[in-house]
Structure formats: C-alpha cells, structure tokens
C-alpha cells in the first residue's frame, strides 16, 4: 500500500467521530492519507528538562512535586493556584478557568510539566503550562518532540496528535516505500513507512531531520519524473503526419496576416519573435508547450490571439483560459472586437453563465461552430468537450495548478499549450518544474509607452494626491484608487484612529467629499459578476471616471485611458501585487502616475518595498528584489502554490535536493523511459496506483 492509497475516511481512525470530522475538512483533509501528510508546521522540542530555578519565558520542560491548592478570588470567581517545588525552587501554577485540575494535580504526587515561568507578584507563576502525571512504571513522550499542526476551529494540538498518533499506529506500519531502494540506501533516507512516522513523533532531532530529508527527497523525485516524463511524451508525439502540410517556417498565416494589418499599431519586436518562436512549435511534429513572458503591458494578449488565428486557420479551435472572470470577460471583449470583423466566431464561458446558455455554447463548442473561446477554468469542466482544440492557452499561469495544465490539454488531441505569465519564474523553478518548457520572453514594452511616475506620498498628504488626480480627471483622464480591505474592519469604530481604509467607506468619501459631481464606481470580490460586468465596462467605455478597487483589478485589467493609479496603505501590499497594480496605468500614450500612499506608522519592511518600487520598473528586477526581501523560504506562498502541490519541499530552499532529484529522475528515464524495467516497477506503480500532485481530494 503506497500512501496516497489510504483513502480510506477518516473515521476509520480511533478516536474519529464526527465532531472531528468537520474541521479536519476544513482543512482540507478527507481521508487518511490527507491526514497524514497534514505535516507539522513545527515541533515542540522537550527533550531537555531544567530544574525550576532555570525557569524561562519560553516554554521549558520541568519535574516537579504539588505542594497544596488553594483558591483565590478574582472578581467573580475563584481561581486554583497549585503550588508546586522541586530541588531548586518553589512555583504557583495559577489556574484560570479550569477549576476541574484541582482533582489532577495532587498534593504529594510528582509531575511531568512544560509551561512558561515568570515572576510575578513575588513568586514564580505559570498560567499556561501543560502536565501529566509521573508514575515510575510507564514510560510516555511527553517529554519528546511533538508536532505543533496548524489547526482549524474545533481542533485543538492535543486531539490532533491524538489522531495522529493513532493513525500512525493502525496504518503506517505496511506503508510501502515509494522511491528505488538504491536511492534510499545511497542517500542515507528512511524508509517510508519510519518517515512518515518520524515527521509526526520524532525520537530525536537527527532523526527529524533524516525524515525530512526523505520525504522532501521523494516529493522532489517525483516532480522531476512528471517534468521529465512530459517532455517525453512531448517528444514522442510526433510520428503521425500531424502538421507537415502546414509548413510556414515560422511565417505568418493567413488570418494572422489580415490582423496584424488591421491594427493601429505595429507590434514590437519582442512581440514578433514570440510569435515566430510560437508559429515555428505549432508547425512542428511535436505538441508546443511554450511559457511567454513579458513585463505588464508587455501585450501577451495579442501574441495568444495571433496564436490562436493560427490554430484557426487550420480549422482548429482554441480555448484562452484566465485566472479571474473579469479578466475572462476582458480577453473576450477584445478578441470580439479583433477577432469577429476577420470572421472568426468568439465565445465566452465562465462559471457564471447560466445553464441555458451555457448549454448553447457547450453545443456550439462539440459542433465546431466557435473557433476561439474564452474563459475561466470552466474551459475545462468534465462535460465541455471540444470539436477540434488544438491550442490552449493560460493567461496568468501562476495562478493555476500544474494538474490543470494536464486537464486542459487532454481536451484536445495533441494540443498545443502556451502559457503567459507576468511575473518571472526563478532560475530554479524555471529549470525544473518548467523544465519540460520552451520560454520565450518579450522584452520590450510597446513604443511610445512613457515609463510610470511614481511618487510615494504621507497619508497626510493625501490632500495633495486627491488635487493633482482631480487636475487629470479634468484633462479626461480616469483613475484607480485602490485599497487593502473591502469594507471597514470589524471594531472600527473603536480604533478610528488606526483603523485602515476600506474600499467601501472611501468610495463614499471620495464620492461626496473629494470628487462630487465625477462619476465612481466600486468594485470587489464579493460584487456580483454580472454587477462587476457592467462596472467594468462603464469604467472601460469612459463613462465611469473613477474606479475605487480592492485588488481585483491586480490582474490584467486594460484601459488605456487610466492614468492615474493611487495605491493607499500601500506598505500593505506585497512587492508582485504592487507591481501589477502600477501595471494597470501606462497602458496609453499620455504620461501615467502612481501614487503610493502610506500611513504615518510604516515598518522597515514597508519602507524597503516601497523603495523598490520607487527606484525600479522592469517586473524582472521587482520579483528579484522580492525574493531577497522576503528570503527564499517564503515564496512558497500564494505565488508558488499555483506551481506544485509539494508539502514539505520548497524548490528554492531545497535547490541542492532538487538538482540532486532532478539528476536521478533524469538517468532513470534516459534509461528506461517506459519504466517498465523491473528496478523501475516502483516508480511506475506510485505514478499509476497513487499519482503524486493529483488534485483529488486526499
Ligand atoms: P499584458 O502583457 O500585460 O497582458 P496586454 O496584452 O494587456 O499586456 O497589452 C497591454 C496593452 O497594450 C493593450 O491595450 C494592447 O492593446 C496594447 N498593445 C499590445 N501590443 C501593442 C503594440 N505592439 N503597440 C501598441 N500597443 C500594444
Ligand atoms: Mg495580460
């Protein structure tokens, strides 16, 4: 049995009821595999205990004797202090809330104790302290290692090592190991069923450390192998004559032709490289699987549509998929107004188009009657199927899971997948988890494009920022004043003074106070679709002036008539989101501004991450700085999760492992491709029984 086969409910697991249920679900686990690769987030080191005299504010183990109870009164209620000695000290151990322990610390009987000590009001207290009592015959872990899990409401550390344990205890046991006993042996790791027991209940810090090594090892191994075995089948596809009649050495088409021509503007160097680079891939035998990257503004867009065109002229059809349903929605307002004059048939199908119809559309799109549709991830539900698709693209790839890469092009047969993307890979993550990826990058931003002013401003010099927008606005220019929170924080009212803005409150401002008589809009995530649809479009046609916005118009968001984009708390915002933020103006020919607006209280952090917008444009250099601000460990934030599923690895950190497991992963396919040699079994057993990085629910 491999791991992820447990997926057995969790009820199966003494001590599992129902009320337990719930907020391991919560969590997002499901079954018994879910919960044991539920991995600590920390472990409680008490394998050192000290005498009380050493007390210290942070937790330390001690062994100590009840000396009495006896109770106090605060306030309404009485509270139990037990005190307590041992060789070196006396303490008190004040009880609030939990009368009930004056039955489980006895007087006279010795205890295990781990708890934090201070001084205070003349004697040595403890209020938070956890024990249990000593008893010579039994030996227990509470002095151990123990795993601190991140929770959800309804859970507390002890039920879930509680659970833990008893989940280990009923079925880690027969848990086959999933890498090549060689590598195991060769790399000094455990064994899978002595890992997976060793990252929950530790004996010792070295072996701690060997559980993670292993289980980092084999999550990495196995990424490798995915990465190196789609580029494999890549590879392979080719044989059948699949496009040998439409040879245009990297030429353009007929329908790409026609809209180059009809546009205003010519495109950019960059912007023809890629798409020479994108048109020579859709001619070759293999299916592309390209990522294009370009700055904000860069103009990807259009590069897809191009792509697209070329996919159509083959009489195929193409699917653009993007993160949000307002970016949907713009890409195909655009591609309508590009797209449909040449004759091609646009669609757009988003989670919240209604069942009628949707259904026409899904009937429309098995029929062949649309040649380029777009949308959200409903591109590739379970019941959309596809006439012909032959090339997919996902905008703002980072937002997607690696699984769903694979969902969309198994919509069509052989399809061709370029994926875009605003914000730069890191070198180790572009060698490895796009390892099996061309990357094509446009450097340059269209012509004529003045760079972004950006002034930062004291949140008492707001007055100044709100007059010169007021000047743009009267020269015909819109604006965007974004804001950290949706509506005011709950408690507000008792802190005005430090409470943030809210999108809610300061539209109401802007709109009475600041800017009366100018047209303002608001929106955010929780305004209905169809209300964001129509928001989106007044600000678009030029009827609404102002757009008030928490960061939903981060991504993609296009109207080129914007030139003024005030960022308030900006010391709130992370360095990418800023970056797409100040992406949404500039996107004209006149001069753009952005306006970062900070409070009066801003941290060192803060400081920085708004010099580094101050000081740099180029989104390359932005996610560099990014890094170094926020060090190596922490990209495994939102911006990573859309790479790779992985629990305990990070790419960045671990880059010494991941070269190591890409190596090994690579000679083993070079060798045995099909894995069908009998050393190699293993591995295709784990990818057939129990696929890694699978998005179903553990
Ligand atoms: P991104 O790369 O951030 O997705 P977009 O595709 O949204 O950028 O393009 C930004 C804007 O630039 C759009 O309004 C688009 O019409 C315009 N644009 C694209 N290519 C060119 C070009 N070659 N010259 C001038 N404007 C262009
Ligand atoms: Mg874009």
């Not at 699984?403 to 875009?420: P, V, W």
């Not at 560099?624 to 922490?634: H, I, N």
């Not at 990573?640 to 497991?661: C, K, W």
């Not at 591995?683 to 057939?688: D, K, N, P, Q, T």
Request: hydrophobic letters at 40%.
């Amino acid at each position: 049995m491999f791991l992820r086969e447990l997926t057995a409910p969790l009820d199966h697991v003494k001590g599992v009821g129902q009320a337990r249920i719930k907020p391991l679900a919560n969590m997002g686990i499901y079954s018994i595999a879910g919960l044991l690769c539920h991995y600590p987030r920390d472990w409680e080191d008490r394998c050192r205990v000290v005498p009380l005299r050493d007390f210290a504010t942070e937790k330390v183990c001690t062994v100590v004797m009840v000396v009495r109870n006896d109770w106090v009164k605060t306030g309404k209620s009485r509270t139990l202090k037990v005190h307590i000695k041992d060789d070196t000290a006396c303490a008190v151990l004040v009880c609030f809330n939990r009368p009930f322990l004056e039955n489980q610390l006895v007087p006279g009987k010795r205890y295990r104790l781990f708890g934090s000590f201070s001084y205070r009001y003349g004697e040595l207290q403890s209020t938070s302290f956890e024990f249990e009592e000593v008893s010579d015959d039994v030996v227990t872990d509470f002095f151990s290692i123990l795993p601190v899990y991140p929770l959800s409401a309804g859970l507390t550390q002890n039920h879930l090592r509680t659970i833990m344990r008893n989940a280990l205890r009923q079925y880690a046991g027969p848990l086959e190991n999933e890498l090549p006993d060689s590598i195991i042996e060769s790399g000094g790791l455990l064994p899978k069923a002595a890992a997976i027991a060793a990252i929950h209940f530790p004996k010792s810090t070295e072996e701690l450390a060997r559980a993670k090594r292993t289980l980092i090892y084999e999550e990495l191994f196995y990424m490798e192998i995915i990465v190196g075995r789609r580029s494999l089948e890549r590879k392979s596809m080719s044989g059948a004559a699949r496009k040998q009649d439409r040879e245009t050495g990297g030429g353009m088409t007929p329908l790409q032709k026609q809209l180059v021509e009809r546009l205003p503007f010519a495109l950019t160097k960059g912007q023809r490289d890629a798409l020479c680079e994108i048109n020579r891939d859709m001619d070759d035998a293999f299916p592309m699987a390209r990522l294009l990257q370009g700055d904000v503004g860069s103009g990807k867009t259009l590069v897809s549509f191009l792509a697209a065109l070329k996919a159509i002229d083959y009489g195929a059809q193409a699917a653009v998929m993007a993160p949000t349903e307002l970016l949907a929605r713009q890409h195909a307002d655009n591609a309508a107004r590009l797209l449909e004059p040449l004759g091609v048939r646009v669609a757009l199908l988003s989670g919240n188009i209604k069942s009628s119809g949707r259904n026409q559309i899904l009937k429309s799109l098995a029929a062949g009657d649309i040649d380029i549709i777009l949308g959200t991830h409903a591109l590739f539900s379970k019941n959309v199927v596809y006439k012909k698709l032959s090339l997919a693209v996902i905008d703002e790839q980072h937002r997607f899971g690696v699984t769903q890469r694979q969902a969309i092009i198994s919509k069509g047969e052989r399809c061709d997948l370029l994926m875009m993307s605003a914000t730069p890979i890191p070198r180790t993550l572009a060698l490895t988890v796009f390892g099996d990826m061309d990357v094509s990058v446009i450097p340059d931003l269209p012509p004529g494009r003045k760079p972004v002013e950006t002034h930062l401003a004291k949140e008492s010099n707001e007055k100044k920022v709100y007059d010169f927008v007021r000047r743009e606005l009267d020269c015909g220019r819109q604006a965007y004043f974004v804001y950290p929170l949706i509506e005011a924080e709950e408690g507000g009212e008792e802190l005005p003074l430090t409470a943030l803005k809210d999108a809610e409150s300061m539209a109401a401002r802007l709109a009475n106070e600041v800017f009366p008589g100018i047209p303002l809009a608001l929106v955010h995530s929780k305004i209905a679709e169809d209300r964001k649809k129509e928001i989106m479009e007044a600000f678009r046609g030029g009827v609404t002036k102002i757009l008030v916005a928490t960061s939903v118009v981060e991504v993609g968001v296009d109207v080129p008539n914007a030139t003024c984009m005030v960022i308030e708390h900006a010391e709130r915002f992370g360095l990418s989101a800023l970056h797409q933020l100040r992406g949404r103006v500039g996107r004209g020919v006149a001069q753009s501004f952005c306006f970062l607006v900070y409070s009066d209280e801003l941290t060192e952090d803060g400081k920085r991450r708004l010099k580094v917008m101050l000081e740099n444009r180029d989104g390359f250099v932005i996610a560099e700085e990014d890094l170094k601000l926020r060090g190596p460990g922490q990209i495994t934030g939102t911006e990573q999760s859309g790479y790779l599923r992985l629990g305990l690895a990070d790419p960045v950190r671990d880059a010494a492992e991941l070269s190591r497991a890409r190596t090994d992963a690579f000679t083993v396919l070079e060798a045995d491709p099909g894995l069908v040699s009998p050393k190699n079994l293993r591995i295709s057993a784990v990818l057939r029984r129990a696929p890694p990085f699978s998005d179903a629910g553990l």
